[in-house]
């Protein structure tokens, strides 16, 4: 039995070598990429029994990112690497602060061809969390939404819990679509994680107790509000908790933050932490993923998070 299972789309990421304007720049560092990936890449360094589904193109690049993952033990056995579909790409340019914006070529994702009659139902209902975000949806609007809908749905049906992170990417849908989407999805999520601005999004409010009311009404039980430098807030149980941010030693490259964030948020849960500690923990891994260049390079190892925490002693050298 996995701990969690996720479902998306993955590309090779083009890292620029240099900051700046990306049409000044001449070389680009291959790595890897997607949300749902980072995410269960995150997991399985915490040491999360994690599984993800997904297509590759039967190409270099599929290959490529299905060994990396594999190799990063997670249960690949839900992926395929399929013909006609070329590996998606994603173009980075970063600035000198460390933002950045992304260039998708990803209009034929592989996973387009994944549907509700290809999705392994065992696989879906052997895990303790279902987690899904915004990304996933928006690469193919009509079969992945029916997909997503559908395996939230089955998952609810058989005592999984599903987390959602909007990831709203306005690359690839608008936002009245993601909107719509989205809180469709809501009545079916007991785990929330999403960053102030999405929140807003999708409720039309940035107050935390307002957030907290609509949470309520659609039955989410667990609540974490990504609120960047200001650190992340948290609602579960009737308990309303403060984090405060973990300051990264130098923003070198702030994508992935928020997947890191939340499989700490994850992990927290299935250990059955305070609020506290798990917001703590999460934006622990936040700050860390950014002091990387890469979308998942700086997702800790477990020992990582605890010599950050004080819990263990590392020896240098
Ligand atoms: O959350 C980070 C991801 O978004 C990034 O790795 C790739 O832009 C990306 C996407 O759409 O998944």
Request: proline share 3%.
């Amino acid at each position: 039995m996995n701990d969690v299972v996720t479902i998306g789309d993955a590309m090779i990421t083009l890292d620029p070598s240099s900051t700046g304007p990306m049409r000044f720049v001449s070389s680009f560092e291959r790595k890897i990429g997607g949300a749902e990936l980072n995410f269960a890449i995150g997991c399985a360094r915490l040491g999360l029994k994690t599984g993800w589904i997904s297509r590759l193109g039967n190409d270099e690049f599929g290959r490529h990112i299905f060994n990396t993952v594999r190799g990063e033990g997670v249960d690949v056995s839900e992926v395929e690497l399929v013909d006609g579909y070329p590996t998606s790409l994603n173009f980075k340019e970063i600035m000198g602060d460390g933002s950045s914006r992304t260039f998708y070529y990803r209009d034929r994702s592989p996973t387009t061809v994944l549907t509700k009659e290809t999705l392994n139902e065992d696989f879906l209902k052997n895990t303790k969390i279902l987690h899904i975000t915004g990304v996933f949806p928006a690469v193919d609007k009509t079969k992945n939404i029916e997909l997503i809908r559908h395996a939230i749905i089955e998952a609810k049906k058989h005592g999984v819990m599903v987390s959602c992170d909007p990831n709203i990417r306005l690359k690839l849908w608008s936002e009245d679509e993601a909107r719509d989407v989205l809180r469709s999805f809501l009545p079916y999520v007991d785990i929330l994680l999403t960053g102030i601005e999405e929140a807003d999004l999708l409720f039309g409010t940035s107050d935390t107790d307002e957030i907290i009311e609509h949470c309520k009404q659609f039955g989410i039980t667990h609540l974490a509000i990504k609120k960047g430098e200001e650190g992340s807030v948290g609602y579960v149980d009737g308990e309303y908790v403060e984090a405060p941010a973990v300051k990264a030693k130098k923003v070198v490259d702030t994508v992935g933050a928020g997947d890191g964030f939340d499989a700490g948020f994850i992990y927290g849960i299935l250990q059955n932490w305070p609020l506290k500690k798990a917001l703590h923990f999460a934006n622990i891994i936040g700050s860390m993923v950014v002091s990387v260049t890469g979308d998942n390079e700086g997702l800790p190892y477990l020992e990582d998070v605890l010599v950050q925490l004080g819990e263990k002693e590392r020896v240098e050298r």
